[in-house]
């Protein structure tokens, strides 16, 4: 594993055009797409779990909760990266937060937590990861956990004042 004294990033990625919406700003879907690349990465890169072991364990990951929150617009030609943070894992899952970045000014733009499982794709059935991953996993894990978690996480979704 890379020095810890950073969280792993995705590489830098551009706000292409097709990703912009109807309000002149990244779509939603968009940012789903570019957290969704960044697992990939780090999955495939620091942990040896991604698009690779799939291919070769016929296992991978599925998502099975994703919450999003939406702190600031990227517009066309904007950079950013996410930064990839594990603070909780068992066998079988892997519970995640992502903050993407702005590359021009270093603020977060959005951030997702998500929970992963490992599924044996030919049983369609959750599977415990290989002995090597899960220490893999618990590794990574222990080095996020001197990491300032955003305030987002945990969050539910509510309105503050009802009808």
């Known amino acids: 594993m890379k020095d810890r004294n950073n969280p792993v990033e995705s590489p830098l990625e551009d706000v292409l055009g097709e990703w912009i919406d109807y309000n002149g700003h990244m779509n939603v879907a968009y940012y789903t797409l570019a957290f969704d690349r960044a697992i990939d990465f780090f999955l495939e890169e620091t942990l040896?779990?991604?698009?690779?072991?799939?291919?070769?364990?016929?296992?991978?990951?599925?998502?099975?909760?994703?919450?999003?929150?939406?702190?600031?617009?990227?517009?066309?030609?904007?950079?950013?990266?996410?930064?990839?943070l594990i603070i909780g894992a068992d066998k079988k899952k892997i519970h995640m937060v992502l903050e993407m970045i702005n590359a021009s000014n270093a603020e977060k733009v959005a951030i997702c937590e998500t929970l992963l499982i490992n599924v044996d794709l030919t049983l369609r059935k959750s599977a415990e990861y290989p002995d090597w991953a899960q220490d893999k996993i618990q590794e990574y894990k222990k080095t996020c956990e001197g990491f300032a978690l955003p305030r987002e996480v945990g969050k539910t979704i509510s309105l503050k004042n009802r009808l």
């Open 48 to 84: 040896g779990i991604g698009p690779a072991y799939v291919r070769d364990a016929n296992q991978g990951p599925y998502s099975l909760q994703a919450n999003y929150h939406y702190l600031q617009e990227l517009k066309k030609g904007d950079r950013f990266k996410s930064k990839v």
